[in-house]
């Protein structure tokens, strides 16, 4: 076995320029595929937001404990407000 040097390895790694060409080719695809699933994932949770958004106002139109939408006349406190009990 031959006996290595740390500097001698650490020189040697530091001047060698045989992989530069596909490291930079791939920290460019890591990047655009980190920023693709960034994007991506953002929508997804724009898209689940909503989704719940809209399950939650189903049930609270289906709601039978009383709830309506007030229309805003009569005694209500103001309009498009939820009014439990009467």
Known sequence: MKNFDLTT?????????????????????????VLTLTVGLSEVSFSVHKELTDVARSFEATSQDGGRYSSGGGSSSGSGEIQYGG
């Open 9 to 33: 390895v650490a020189a040697q790694l530091w001047n060698d320029e045989r992989g530069f060409i596909l490291s930079a080719e791939l920290v460019l695809i890591a990047t655009i595929v």
